[in-house]
């Protein structure tokens, strides 16, 4: 039976939205949060690669580890190919499930309530309140006194809710089983996933992922990477179950109102470089519930009082988010030729240093300098 009030309610029980339950309850806040589908971590379409910066960051549960990542390779239209290994751990590739529930489970222990198959259908926020209606009619409608949207990008799906972000991309994957596989493999080209990348990650094993992010056409470049000769003669076995999704490469125009935040990929929180939200996400969310908790204590739920969460959140990431729709905007442009010219002249240039020092989430740096060093100056002549 669901409670009709609460301090807090959010929608959405991913990580971010789960994660900014966890730090609300913690304060004490009666939060529930309403999840769509009948179990958490279901259908998730994600790579499944979490930075060691944010396991460490944010004391993630490394039971949901399946592997790490020590080495990139990148490789070129011609297979021209530039490789970075690192003498520790980059990145873990968790299971995506597993690692969605525990979060869940550590707001859950912190005293937050979880509805599963709760669909919300519609918002509404008023000087007194945030309400939510439900699918389920015998359930009828839901109050608290602020509302966190952390649905993903399926805001559509809600009525009365602020506008989704403005620009996405088509990210789509299958699991398969494959031979020589040790690195990370990014693959770019024209016939690949034009201005954007493919992807093959080790798992667990010869267990991996293989997928590419693109603007149009998905399953058509999924089928043609798979049988790029690169890919095809170590392909063991390919797993029918393709999953795609809309990925945001652009934030909404507005992500607070009185009494409500949007948190995550509903907010476009994500590097427009790779597609990955959770980093950023987990980020927001602090600073999500760092607003909410002041807005309880002084008892003040204006919308002048929740515009402080995207000042603050924009102060964070916005100089890493403007860097990665720029490189975007430029990659989109590049030929193949560029693109084997580009790979070649970054095994020459010295770039490695700045991505070690850089670390796996922060890409501005890395942008700063491949504009100021190899774009302009060898690719636009």
């Keep these: 039976m669901i409670r009709k009030k609460h301090d807090v309610i959010i929608i959405g029980a991913g990580p971010i939205g789960s994660y900014t339950a966890y730090l609300l309850a913690k304060e004490g806040l009666d939060v529930a949060i309403f999840e769509k589908h009948p179990s958490i971590g279901r259908d998730v379409n994600c790579s499944g690669i979490v930075s060691l910066e944010c396991f460490r960051r944010f004391h993630l549960p490394s039971e949901a580890v399946l592997s790490s990542i020590d080495s990139i390779k990148a490789v070129s239209p ?166 795609c999704s809309p990925i945001p490469v652009k934030r909404i125009p507005k992500s607070y109102a009185e009494r409500l935040v949007i948190v995550g990929e509903a907010a476009g929180q994500v590097k427009a470089t790779t597609g990955g939200g959770i980093y950023f996400g987990l980020l927001c969310a602090e600073i999500a519930a760092n607003t909410i908790v002041k807005a309880f204590r002084s008892g003040n739920f204006a919308e002048g009082v929740f515009r402080e969460y995207e000042i603050n959140w924009k102060k964070r990431l916005e100089p890493e988010l403007k860097a990665g729709q720029l490189l975007r905007n430029i990659f989109s442009k590049l030929s193949d030729r560029h693109i084997d010219l580009l790979i070649d002249l970054a095994k020459r240039d010295g770039i490695m240093p700045i991505i070690k020092k850089a670390g796996f989430d922060w890409h501005k740096d890395v942008v700063a300098h491949l504009i100021s060093h190899l774009l302009p100056k060898n690719l636009f002549h």
Excluded at 166 to 181: P, S, V
């Design 78 to 243: 011609s297979g021209n190919c530039i490789r970075y290994h690192s003498a520790s751990p980059l990145a873990h590739v968790v299971n995506r499930a597993f690692f969605d529930q525990e979060l869940n489970r550590m707001a859950v222990r912190e005293g937050a309530v979880t509805y599963l198959g709760s669909r919300v259908r519609e918002i509404a926020g008023t000087a007194e309140s945030f309400r939510v209606k439900l699918s389920d009619e015998a359930e009828g409608a839901c109050s608290a006194r602020v509302g966190v949207i952390a649905t993903g990008f399926e805001l559509n799906a809600i009525h009365g809710i602020l506008k989704r972000p403005r620009g996405y991309l088509y990210g789509i994957q299958t699991d398969a089983t494959m031979d020589d596989i040790d690195d990370v493999e990014v693959y770019f080209g024209e016939k690949i996933a034009p201005g954007s990348f493919s992807w093959i990650i080790p798992v667990n094993g010869k267990s991996v992922k293989i997928g590419l992010i693109t603007k149009s056409n998905p399953a058509g470049f999924l089928r043609r990477f798979l049988n790029n000769p690169l890919v095809a003669q170590r392909l063991q076995s390919c797993d029918n179950n393709i999953k």
